[in-house]
């Protein structure tokens, strides 16, 4: 349901279900939805707008994105709008008329001097600055003034409202006045190109700033010839801003009276007279004391006449008709009316003042009145307000009159005020996220909005803070797509203060992933860097992996035109940002090189050269994904280097599986000779785990040529030999005299070799000179000489050091 432009069905044109040409029309499957326990699906407004040269997607489900412009998306050039289109905009721009009769139109009294002199500065160019309190008539004279300069500048007369606006704001606001470009808000430079050719006269109401900003606003538009209306509070402009000041006074005493008599419309008597003059002395002939005066006489005329009723049923006939005449207000109540004015309105019309005073003199439009207040008609107690001059203008909408607040909160107007802007934001919260409501709808209540959630945040009450954050979610996205940033900052950031109280970590995320959105628009990098990490921080906490990946696009694009690495990639100095997945494997930093699969092994007195790439060269700044390739290809490698060694061992161990187990347990640690090679192969280097006794493949000693003993290898196993090869089994205690290893006790009187009885006699001479048989088969490949290995001695505790042999008899390790 639309609260504003309402469907037919709603005033009961639902033509029986059937269409307007008579066909039926079939139930939509969405109104059956709730029957079945689902929800009603809604479109999600997504927009997307050009800002600068960043393409700006507004999301208000997952958040705003923003991307730099593709090719063939930039927007065409600013048209200007024609006399037509200025006229048109000027009359949408207006306030709505209340409903009910109209009011009289009242003259401009004792301002015709000032009205021509500003005239005629602006027609010269001159820029003027119009200064008066509040209710002197600023308004009116500023309308008076608009409509005589027309035809004075070729972009007509261009009006705005400073109410609560910033330089920024005005300066978008003049070039949206004045060019016409959908979905476009250029950058900072090129809107000071556009609005410097601007020649238009700018009456700007309600000004709130002075000073530097102002100086601002003019140096923006030198073509401009500006009609500002401030009030003796607001800062006054530097010496340099070259400004016409013109003050504005209250009306004299016979304008005053004349002025209560044209609201009246009668004659005054002799005692109205007279207290019209004490309230023109009380209120220095400000004009809107008298406008509410005459709204009491109103009042007490419809007293008076036992029948007489207001248009909207005002006002309450006297008992009898010989009643007293109604008193004259006191001077105390005519001037400060508000209260009294009040207690002789509607019911409807009071409640809508309680909720103004609620919002800070915000009023809502009329037609979110009967939902607010719960009256279907009361959408006709803003006609009873402005009838009684307890409103003025602001912009396109009204808000309370001067001073009428305060009026109001000391008569009591104030008590429940939490519970009417806690209602209120509900009300605007479910009407801002409706897919029916347009972007510069909800702009126009931006005021409103922004006044519920200043009661709101920072509340005591339990609740307000997460009803604060329930409006900003849903009007955060309307203000971004109707481009009044100006709104949808101040939003966010009182969402996000809210959210901090309310504890609700996914929404402050999105409010700050929305702030550094809106910053790296307005050029603000550090605040959108300082934004856009706290964002991924608390979605990473919360394991929002879409919002995580949206931040980190948006961040990356902060770096990129601040001229910083790019986060997710490591720097030239091989750090790495914090936004790096650690749990993948991670390949070497650009420019440092990456440690070998096979190490080299370097000569002593070798140089070895690093080759590694620059920093800022291109080698060292490659692109990520063939740094990603490089090391899946070194991983690959490594891989199949693993699977072809696991398999020769694998193999190894099959082939072995057949041979003796004792023939893998014997080999020799001696170097034979040249001439020892019997079986006509070359000796082999003994390897470090070898068996250290003197017995062959077969576990038995093999005969020399000499008729002795010997091994395979031709070493002979008679004691003392002076081979410096060979050792005796005792030196190792953890291998037996057979070769295989033992538990770890020392043997003693274990014979070499392995027959049943034992030598009787041990040679006592051991050989000194090599067989004098050569071997019957000379050797096909000469071995390689090595030096023989210096046996180790041990120390015999009976006899003194001497080398291993393989005698029997018993030993001492």
Request: net charge negative; proline share 10%; with cysteine.
């Amino acid at each position: 349901m639309d609260p504003i432009n309402r469907g037919p069905e709603e005033y009961g044109q639902d033509h029986d279900g059937f269409a307007e040409d008579g066909v039926p029309r079939r139930q939509s499957r969405e109104a059956m939805a709730p029957e079945f326990g689902l929800q009603t699906p809604q479109q999600a407004r997504t927009v997307q707008l050009i800002s600068g040269d960043l393409l700006l997607t507004v999301n208000p489900v997952d958040g705003s994105e923003v991307e730099p412009c593709p090719p063939g998306r930039q927007p065409e050039a600013p048209v200007r709008h024609t006399a037509t289109e200025r006229a048109d905009r000027e009359r949408a721009a207006a306030p709505s008329v209340p409903p009910g009769p109209p009011g009289p139109q009242l003259p401009l009294l004792e301002r015709q001097e000032v009205r021509e002199r500003l005239v005629r500065l602006l027609a010269r160019g001159r820029s003027v600055r119009l200064t008066g309190p509040a209710g002197s008539g600023r308004t009116a004279l500023l309308n008076a003034v608009a409509g005589d300069c027309a035809d004075l500048a070729p972009d007509g007369v261009v009006r705005l409202s400073g109410h609560k606006r910033t330089t920024t704001d005005l300066q978008y606001g003049l070039f949206e006045a004045v060019y016409r470009a959908p979905l476009h808000r250029p950058g900072r430079e090129e809107l000071l190109g556009l609005i410097r050719g601007i020649g238009a006269v700018v009456v700007l109401d309600d000004l709130e700033f002075g000073g530097a900003a102002l100086e601002e606003l003019l140096e923006a538009t030198p073509e401009c010839a500006f009609l500002l209306a401030a009030t003796p509070g607001v800062a006054a402009p530097g010496a340099d801003a070259h400004l016409e000041e013109v003050a504005l006074t209250g009306l004299g005493r016979s304008a005053s009276i004349d002025l209560l008599e044209q609201v009246v419309e009668r004659t005054l008597t002799e005692d109205e007279a007279n207290w019209a003059g004490d309230l023109w002395f009380e209120s220095e002939g400000l004009p809107l004391r008298f406008v509410q005066a005459g709204a009491l006489l109103r009042h007490r005329d419809l007293q008076r006449d036992p029948e007489a009723f207001d248009a909207y049923g005002a006002g309450a006939p006297l008992a009898a008709e010989d009643a007293p005449e109604p008193p004259l207000p006191s001077l105390g109540e005519g001037a400060a009316p508000a209260v009294l004015l009040a207690s002789r309105l509607s019911e409807a019309a009071r409640e809508t003042l309680r909720f103004a005073v609620a919002l800070g003199g915000e009023v809502p439009h009329q037609a979110h009145l009967p939902a607010l207040v719960g009256d279907t008609h009361a959408d006709a107690a803003l006609g009873e307000l402005a009838g009684c001059g307890l409103l003025s203008p602001a912009g396109s909408r009204y808000r309370l009159a001067a001073g009428v607040v305060a009026q109001l909160e000391a008569g009591g107007y104030d008590e429940g005020a939490a519970d009417r802007a806690r209602t209120a934001a509900q009300h605007y919260a479910w009407w801002a996220g409706h897919p029916s409501v347009t972007s510069v709808r909800a702009v126009a209540e931006s005021d409103a909005v922004l006044a519920a959630l200043a009661h709101l945040v920072p509340g005591d009450r339990a609740g307000q803070a997460s009803v604060a954050v329930l409006l900003a979610r849903s009007a955060s996205p309307a203000f971004a797509a109707g481009m009044q940033w100006g709104a949808w900052e101040k939003v966010l950031r009182i969402g996000q203060e809210g959210a901090r109280i309310a504890g609700e970590v996914a929404e402050e995320a999105y409010f700050h992933h929305e702030l550094g959105v809106l910053a790296l628009c307005t050029g603000h990098l550090e605040r959108a860097r300082a934004e856009l990490e706290a964002s991924i921080g608390m979605r990473g906490a919360l394991a929002d992996k879409s919002g995580a990946v949206a931040g980190r696009r948006a961040l990356a694009l902060v770096a990129d035109r601040s001229g910083e690495p790019v986060p997710g990639l490591r720097t030239l100095t091989g750090e790495e940002l914090a936004d790096a997945r650690h749990d993948e494997p991670l390949s070497p930093p650009a420019g440092i090189p990456a440690l070998p699969l096979f190490p080299r092994q370097t000569v002593p007195g070798e140089t070895t050269a690093l080759v590694s790439a620059r920093p800022g060269t291109a080698a060292s700044r490659g692109p990520a994904f063939l740094r990603g390739a490089r090391r899946n290809l070194v991983g690959a490698g490594a891989g199949a280097l693993l699977v072809a060694v696991l398999g020769t061992v694998v193999a190894l161990g099959t082939t072995s599986d057949g041979e003796d187990p004792d023939s893998r347990n014997v080999t020799t640690e001696q170097s034979a000779d040249v001439d020892d090679t019997e079986s006509g192969f070359p000796a082999d280097e003994p390897a470090a785990g070898a068996s250290k006794s003197g017995t062959s493949e077969e576990g038995t000693p093999s005969p020399g040529p000499s008729g002795q003993a010997t091994s395979s290898a031709g070493a002979t196993p008679s004691a003392g030999t002076s081979d410096p090869g060979a050792t005796s089994s005792a030196d190792d205690p953890s291998e037996s005299p057979s070769g295989r290893p033992t538990s770890g006790k020392p043997t003693t009187g274990t014979p070499t070799k392995p027959t049943t009885e034992p030598p009787t006699t041990p040679p006592t001479t051991p050989p000194t000179t090599p067989p004098t048989t050569p071997p019957t088969t000379p050797p096909t490949t000469p071995p390689t000489e090595e030096p023989p290995p210096s046996a180790p001695e041990t120390t015999d505790s009976a006899s003194g050091p001497t080398t291993g042999s393989s005698a029997p008899g018993p030993t001492t390790a």
